[in-house]
């Protein structure tokens, strides 16, 4: 997409920099708001950039730690919020503190967060849309904001597979690879297994229930002790019900701690999205979840799963 001239003025206006992530981080979240912070760092050595949210990051060994930043200085920032589809999964709220605010997102319109929105459903993620950026503004790319980026891109278009790969994908990817990306180390970061994890999920295999052109997993609080796995793990092994023959929508139900269920919807092409919203969730049309719900909802969902045509 071509950003409007105006976001590249915003930018350079503003000394300080504030780039914010949404809640339950993926790569793309880190991804597109590390690759963009490391893309200003270059290309504006005066300013100051800053990326914040939780520090509890899900990959140390690739990802950088997150940055403090005092309240005056976020008074006087601009702040930059990256795929964050609605207010509350925005990581840290003091980007409502910051002078102006820019939106960078791909997953469809909810509410206004920003000054100023750039949203792009046909983008693949955010990180896509921040190679746009850099591309538009004629920015230097750099070896650690690409490998930020192509982890972002990678994962949420699930290794290259879904229907957003498309030619504009593959002209932006070129864009990157202007600098060197060691894709090997990165996929390798991102995607590597601890053998405890493997293993595990090899035993989270045979719990998948088939059912007609669908598939789930349930995981109680009881069942995730006894797999060693927390609640961002078994979520993410929504994964692994991608590539069976025959089933076109998967789902996974997780238990938290407060005895309710938090869901992951995703489909190969039929569109799931409303029934994420039915119950107060949402996302992308073919990848979608609820953050809550009752045990007992759990069949009516996987029956509207089936059911969806
Ligand atoms: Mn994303």
Redesign the pocket.
């Known amino acids: 997409m071509a950003y409007n001239k105006d976001i590249l003025g915003i930018i350079e206006q503003f000394d300080s920099i504030v780039i914010y992530r949404h809640v339950h981080s ?1 790569y ?2 880190y991804g ?1 708001q590390l690759g963009l912070k490391h893309l200003l760092i270059a290309n504006y050595p005066a300013k100051e950039i800053y990326a914040v949210g939780d520090e509890d990051i899900v990959n140390p060994e690739f990802l950088e730690k997150m940055d403090t930043v005092n309240e005056d200085t976020i008074k006087n920032s601009l702040a930059i919020l990256v ?1 964050i589809s609605n207010a509350a999964r925005v990581e840290d709220d003091s980007y409502k503190l910051c002078k102006e605010s820019i939106r960078i997102d ?2 469809p319109y909810t509410e206004t967060l920003c000054d100023h929105e750039i949203i792009d459903t046909d983008a693949s ?3 896509q849309l921040v190679v746009e950026l850099a591309k538009d503004s004629n920015w230097l790319i750099n070896e650690k904001a690409a490998e930020y980026l192509y982890a ?1 891109i990678s994962t ?1 278009t699930l290794k290259m597979t879904i229907d957003k790969v498309d030619k504009r994908l593959f002209e932006d990817l070129a864009y990157l690879y202007g600098t060197k990306i060691d894709t090997n180390m990165v996929n390798r970061m991102i995607y590597d297994l601890t053998v405890d994890l493997f293993s595990t999920e090899t035993k989270v295999r045979n719990k998948i229930i088939f059912d007609e052109d669908a598939a789930y997993v349930t995981f109680n609080t009881k069942e995730l002790e006894e797999y060693g796995l927390d609640y961002r793990n078994a979520k993410d092994m929504v994964n692994i019900m991608g590539n069976i023959k025959g089933i076109n929508k998967y789902a996974m139900f997780v238990q938290t701690d407060d005895g309710k269920y938090n869901v992951s919807l995703r489909s190969h092409s039929i569109p799931i999205v409303q029934i994420a919203e039915k119950y107060g969730g949402g996302g992308h049309p073919l990848a979608s979840g609820i953050s809550s719900i009752n045990e007992s909802d759990i069949t009516d969902i996987v029956k509207m799963l089936k059911e969806a045509r």
Do not use: F, L, P, W
């Open positions: 993926d793309d979240a597109s795929d791909h997953h993620s955010a990180s972002g949420d």
